[in-house]
């Protein structure tokens, strides 16, 4: 769907935050943040993700509506 994230960070540091906006994503989209293989509640909220402590891998997935 042409989402793109504005954060391009490849690493963080575990225990730091980590906050992206993502560009690109329509009214109806499902926005889904795992980390560690677990959702993520609350980390996606008007166009922005963000994690105050991270304890794993993220993943941030757009299906679109």
């Known amino acids: 769907?042409?989402?793109t994230s504005t954060n391009k960070r490849t690493?963080?540091?575990?225990?730091s935050k980590y906050s992206t906006t993502l560009k690109g994503v329509s009214a109806?989209?499902?926005?889904?943040?795992t980390m560690g293989g677990s959702?993520?509640?609350?980390?996606?909220?008007?166009?922005?993700?963000?994690?105050?402590?991270v304890?794993?891998?993220?993943?941030?997935t757009v299906t679109a509506a």
């Open 55 to 60: 304890t794993g891998n993220i993943v941030i």
């Open 28 to 33: 109806g989209d499902t926005v889904a943040v």
């Open 1 to 3: 769907s042409g989402v």
């Open 11 to 15: 690493s963080v540091a575990e225990g």
């Open 39 to 53: 959702a993520v509640v609350g980390a996606y909220a008007d166009g922005k993700v963000t994690i105050p402590s």
